[in-house]
């Protein structure tokens, strides 16, 4: 809210993100969900920011952009191999995922105590949706072909990123 003549104004989401400065793990945070909400322009953005504060391109692709797709991928994989459906909130989500077989659970991710990382995948169980089983298996195909290009290239870093962040979210 804003103040103008006395009174209280809304404020947009768009105002408040270009006011409040973001932490390096925010802005992760916020491509991830930009990323999963196929918000194309919120992402391009929130990589060329990551970039500006000194990311590396790489430590961009390996921390943010491949966790978020490999959970996508996963979730809807969970939820198209045993029915489960969209959840509302992410524990709706955990919940079914702990009702499953030890056997269809096992590939994955863990935290370093062993148990799965169900959070991460929860969340991405509600933006499954608006993704199909092959645009997500393309993206991981994408990140791969983007991690190669940034480590043996000399292309420009931005230039990649915004290659796999297009080629996730463009509508098929």
């Given at each position: 809210m804003t103040r103008s003549s006395g009174r209280i104004a809304p404020c947009s989401v768009e105002l408040v993100r270009e006011l409040v400065p973001l932490s390096r793990a925010g802005v992760i945070f916020e491509l991830s969900n930009a990323l999963s909400a196929r918000d194309l322009e919120l992402a391009l953005t929130l990589v060329r920011r990551l970039l500006e504060q000194g990311e590396s391109a790489v430590g961009i692709l390996l921390a943010a952009i491949v966790p978020?797709?490999?959970?996508?991928?996963?979730?809807?994989?969970?939820?198209?191999?045993?029915?489960?459906?969209?959840?509302?909130?992410?524990?709706?989500?955990?919940?079914?995922?702990?009702?499953?077989?030890?056997?269809?659970?096992?590939?994955?991710?863990?935290?370093?105590?062993?148990?799965?990382?169900?959070?991460?995948?929860?969340?991405?169980?509600?933006?499954?949706?608006?993704?199909?089983?092959?645009?997500?298996?393309?993206?991981?195909?994408?990140?791969?072909?983007?991690?190669?290009?940034?480590?043996?290239?000399?292309?420009?870093?931005e230039l990649i990123l915004t290659e796999v962040v297009v080629k996730l979210l463009r509508e098929t």
């Amino acid at each position: 809210m804003t103040r103008s003549s006395g009174r209280i104004a809304p404020c947009s989401v768009e105002l408040v993100r270009e006011l409040v400065p973001l932490s390096r793990a925010g802005v992760i945070f916020e491509l991830s969900n930009a990323l999963s909400a196929r918000d194309l322009e919120l992402a391009l953005t929130l990589v060329r920011r990551l970039l500006e504060q000194g990311e590396s391109a790489v430590g961009i692709l390996l921390a943010a952009i491949v966790p978020t797709i490999r959970n996508l991928l996963l979730a809807k994989d969970l939820m198209e191999q045993h029915g489960i459906r969209r959840p509302h909130s992410p524990f709706q989500f955990i919940a079914a995922m702990n009702r499953l077989p030890a056997k269809a659970t096992e590939h994955l991710p863990r935290k370093k105590d062993g148990s799965i990382n169900a959070y991460g995948l929860a969340i991405a169980a509600q933006h499954a949706n608006q993704f199909d089983s092959n645009e997500l298996i393309e993206a991981m195909r994408a990140c791969l072909d983007a991690n190669v290009k940034l480590v043996t290239t000399q292309l420009d870093h931005e230039l990649i990123l915004t290659e796999v962040v297009v080629k996730l979210l463009r509508e098929t």
